[in-house]
């Protein structure tokens, strides 16, 4: 992960996406949220979010799937919070 960029492989395919917002959660974890400004049929941008483990050697990230609920609310909430600073600017 470099600046605001994070290139993931998907089926041995590069590809590039913006990373939004890092988020430092519970128990210490770390998450990203992150794009590729690629837009749902209502026009919204679709994000998503992961856990990532930052190699201390090598700097390599590793990006871990979110299979908890807790964890998801925890996300939502971080986000709606953003949001509705945004909103009262």
Known sequence: ME??????TEDGVEKEYRVL?????MEGKNYI???NDEKNDDGDIISYAAE??????TGNVKIISIKDDKTWEFIR???NSIQNEEEVK
């Open 3 to 8: 600046g605001n960029k994070i290139v993931l």
């Open 21 to 25: 917002f890092d988020i430092e959660g």
């Open 33 to 35: 949220v992150y794009t």
């Open 52 to 57: 990532y483990v930052t190699n201390e050697e």
């Open 77 to 79: 909430d971080v986000l």
